[in-house]
């Protein structure tokens, strides 16, 4: 695997634990800025509808750029972002902040990930996709539980200031770690980029991503007051338990950016039928301590965990230009706020278990829209007879064009 792509995601780690920062801070900057802690959630959802709705024109904005000229043009935006955070005088600054951090941090993905798939050989893209995520998996477990430290001990502009050394890091390491590339040769005007839009099977595919996430979000969003106030954990324990859930992710992405590049459909169809039973069983069992963290871990092992395998399918359905990979991001990020969305409205109205059972629901939503690529497999293996050597075995009419590739 080419160092670059594990400098890559050190750029990913840097932007997630600035994106969960607020999280573990709310009290602390509820009272720093005047504000209520209510207020300060707010945030959260400002940087991912930044993210979801701003990261695509920026995206749009640099695809002229080399990839590696845009990642460095982007750094220092990001940086101004959390300095900005670090030195808010009052809320609106504040807010002005989010909405720069999660704009860029939603372009650096797509470009981050379009530049993972140009430097490494096609047969191993997905390896390659899933090294990179680790440094969402990696923010999670490791980059907010710095920043929430930090933030209690120094103070929660502390946080930021360590976020934005994180960032000239990064940017250090991307302009030393990465050789220049050129933009592939089958890139072009924007007016040619949006034709990949025109395919009702890239948004078919781009839905399967949003189900995927919603469902798991519609959970860990309130895997906390789960935890507590019905299976019985006190409050101190649920930070161990959350970082158990996230190394169940590490371990997960590890193992489906193994897969995903040979079996993608066959990994997305066992992830979302396994994500659904664990929900359910969650739901189901919550109350006894050792079914419940059992089935935490499940969906950690196989939630989120899937991006690898969406990457690939997204691509392979399209193309692995930054527009796309951008795009397919914000549907993602679109996952999170219908998740959590969905399962606080649940909660209000059923109970602390609603979201779990409405997370199993919108897993096998997700189980659905693989329906019409399993039956186009179905029919492809019996004309051809299966093939599951190439790595574009389940995708065969679809795989994109690269560099250098003729129809």
Not at 169 to 192: I, M, Q, Y
Not at 328 to 347: E, K, Q
Request: with cysteine.
């Amino acid at each position: 695997m080419p160092r670059a792509v594990h400098v890559l995601a050190f750029g990913i780690f840097a932007m997630v634990t600035s994106e969960f920062v607020v999280a573990g801070l709310m009290p602390q900057m509820a009272e720093g800025l005047g504000v209520t802690v209510p207020q300060i959630g707010y945030l959260i959802t400002v940087f991912a509808l930044s993210m979801a709705l701003g990261g695509p024109l920026l995206s749009i904005a640099l695809l002229r750029l080399p990839p590696k000229a845009a990642l460095m043009v982007l750094f220092p935006l990001f940086l101004v972002g959390n300095v900005l955070a670090a030195t808010a005088s009052g809320y609106p600054a504040m807010v002005i902040a989010r909405i720069i951090t999660g704009v860029v941090s939603q372009a650096f993905f797509g470009v981050a990930i379009s530049l993972g798939s140009q430097l490494t050989r096609p047969e191993i893209r997905g390896r390659a996709v899933a090294v990179i995520l680790n440094g969402l998996m990696l923010g999670t477990l490791l980059g907010l539980p710095l920043a929430t430290l930090t933030g209690e001990r120094y103070g929660w502009r502390a946080a930021f200031w360590v976020i934005s050394a994180l960032t000239v890091a990064a940017a250090l390491c991307t302009a030393l770690g990465v050789r220049r590339t050129d933009r592939p040769e089958d890139s072009g005007t924007f007016r040619s980029e949006l034709t990949a839009f025109r395919a009702p099977r890239l948004w078919l595919t781009l839905l399967t991503s949003t189900m995927v996430i919603g469902a798991t979000f519609s959970a860990f969003s309130y895997l906390n007051p789960i935890l507590t106030r019905v299976t019985g954990f006190s409050s101190g324990t649920v930070p161990l338990l959350l970082l158990a859930y996230g190394a169940a992710t590490v371990i997960g992405n590890t193992v489906v950016g193994r897969l995903a590049d040979r079996h993608t459909l066959r990994v997305l169809f066992l992830g979302l039928s396994l994500n659904a039973v664990f929900l359910a069983g969650f739901a189901l069992l919550a109350r006894f301590e050792l079914w419940a963290v059992l089935c935490m871990l499940g969906v950690g092992l196989v939630g989120v965990t899937m991006n690898p395998a969406l990457v690939t399918r997204v691509q392979r359905t399209s193309n692995a230009r930054p527009l796309v990979n951008t795009v397919h991001s914000s549907f993602i990020t679109l996952g999170v706020v219908l998740g959590s969305a969905l399962g606080g409205l649940g909660l209000d109205r059923f109970g602390l278990r609603a979201p779990l059972w409405l997370g199993a629901g919108l897993a096998v939503t997700g189980l659905l829209t693989l329906v019409p690529d399993l039956l186009r497999r179905t029919e492809k293996q019996g004309v051809t007879g299966p093939d599951s050597s190439s790595a574009n075995s389940e995708h065969p009419a679809t795989a994109p064009l690269h560099a250098g590739q003729t129809p």
